[in-house]
């Protein structure tokens, strides 16, 4: 009886729990693909003052010629008229730091008060080729390193050029550049160079090769076989023409969601649909990476300054984010470092579980995701609860950063950046 009870009462405690939440997306396609990219939060001005840097590094000069546009590291700065706290801004996988989720965030510190700064993916062109010391983005660690560093170069020429005048420095990131973020929390643990006061992730990814796959996937059970994307590809452009100018179109994540975000999809069309956006960010990793380092799995030929790139992506057949790591990086890692290393060898270095006692233990690090978020399994949603513990909170539903712009979502990451307590209750 007592039993009994007790289930009862953990069931109205959770309803009450989750009619608290009043985030209107339940479905957690719908949530990804209309609310990630839209703030629901009062007060933030559609456009913040910014101005874009580029950084001129030794491997920017050896950018292909075909990549020209890409040569030197971009970013941006929001910055506060007089002394203020500084915070850097991660973004999502493959995305510029000029995309729309991360300028989303930039509106919202800087109308906060903080300067910002904000932080292009490691898995996008302009990182690789720039940055990148291996050139083979997804091992946690080295990624952070070259992030770790390039971000100090960001900060020094900003004081420099611009005599930003920082209290304290914070950090934030959504999707990977959330798992980013704690890595680089890590880093400066022991480098001491930033000395982050507080550190808040936004739906991380845990485990890297779950995640990606996972993404993948939504698309591969969708069809029938890979010459069926091209007929999905068609159907998003006949919905672009008919709903905005075909050269106004930015053929990313975003730009994708944006014009499908008011049309009546099925689950499975939106699974598809998501799936196809990050498979373009796979087509791009696995060309440019490809290209880079001379590999030569997709294509024997180096194209020229202004060569038609169809041939090349033709080649590539939509390749996948489980294709680079078979591929490519397993192969890389294997050569660099030899030995009896195994393909799950390379993917453990891809997984946020290798510094768990280093998140157990830091009370600056908040994680926050969602019930329904597709990119973690339950083992992931799990590691969030038993590491975090109080720092961590997971909304009842919001798809995969769907509910980042969210008015309660916004308040409660405000707050403990601000005054370092987390509220974890709904």
């Not at 078979?326 to 510094?355: E, W």
């Not at 509910?403 to 308040?411: A, I, K, L, R």
Request: charged fraction near 20%; proline fraction near 3%; include cysteine.
């Amino acid at each position: 009886m007592r039993r009994c009870m007790r289930v009862i009462f953990m069931l109205i405690l959770t309803v009450n729990i989750f009619a608290e939440y009043k985030f209107p997306m339940k479905n957690p396609y719908v949530a990804t693909i209309v609310g990630s990219s839209k703030i629901m939060t009062k007060g933030i001005p559609n456009e913040v003052p910014t101005k874009e840097f580029k950084i001129m590094l030794e491997r920017s000069n050896k950018v292909p010629a075909n990549m020209w546009f890409d040569k030197g590291f971009n970013f941006s700065l929001s910055k506060q008229k007089g002394k203020a706290p500084l915070i850097f801004v991660l973004s999502g996988t493959g995305s510029a730091y000029n995309s729309t989720r991360t300028k989303n965030f930039q509106k919202i510190f800087y109308n906060a008060g903080y300067h910002v700064l904000t932080v292009t993916s490691v898995f996008n062109s302009n990182f690789i080729l720039n940055v990148s010391n291996s050139q083979v983005p997804g091992v946690l660690i080295q990624d952070g390193l070259d992030l770790y560093n390039i971000m100090g170069d960001m900060l020094e020429k900003v004081k420099k050029e611009e005599k930003v005048e920082i209290t304290d420095t914070y950090l934030m990131g959504y999707s990977m550049g959330a798992t980013h973020s704690a890595i680089l929390s890590y880093l400066d643990s022991q480098g001491k160079d930033f000395n982050f006061k507080r550190v808040y992730m936004v739906n991380p990814s845990i485990n890297l090769y779950y995640s990606a796959t996972t993404l993948d996937n939504m698309l591969s059970k969708n069809i029938e076989n890979k010459g069926q994307i091209v007929e999905i590809i068609d159907e998003v452009m006949e919905v672009v023409k008919k709903n905005i100018s075909p050269s106004d179109l930015q053929i990313t994540e975003e730009g994708i969601y944006s014009i499908f975000e008011k049309q009546e999809l099925s689950n499975k069309e939106m699974e598809r649909l998501i799936g196809l956006a990050f498979n373009l960010t796979s087509i791009d990793l696995n060309y440019i990476v490809d290209q880079i380092n001379g590999t030569h799995v997709y294509s024997n030929t180096i194209p020229g300054k202004f060569s038609k790139m169809y041939p090349y992506f033709e080649s590539i057949n939509f390749a996948n984010f489980s294709d680079y790591l078979n591929k490519l990086a397993y192969p890389y890692y294997l050569k660099i470092l030899g030995g009896n290393l195994t393909f799950n060898d390379v993917l453990k270095y891809g997984d946020l579980r290798i510094i768990k006692s280093y998140l157990e233990k830091e009370n600056k690090i908040v994680a926050v995701t969602n019930e329904d978020d597709f990119i973690l399994s339950d083992k992931d949603r799990n590691f969030i609860k038993n590491v975090f513990k109080e720092r961590s909170l997971i909304y009842p539903y919001g798809g995969h950063c769907g509910n980042m712009f969210y008015q309660t979502n916004v308040d409660k990451m405000l707050e403990f950046l601000e005054k370092g307590v987390f509220n974890n209750e709904l």
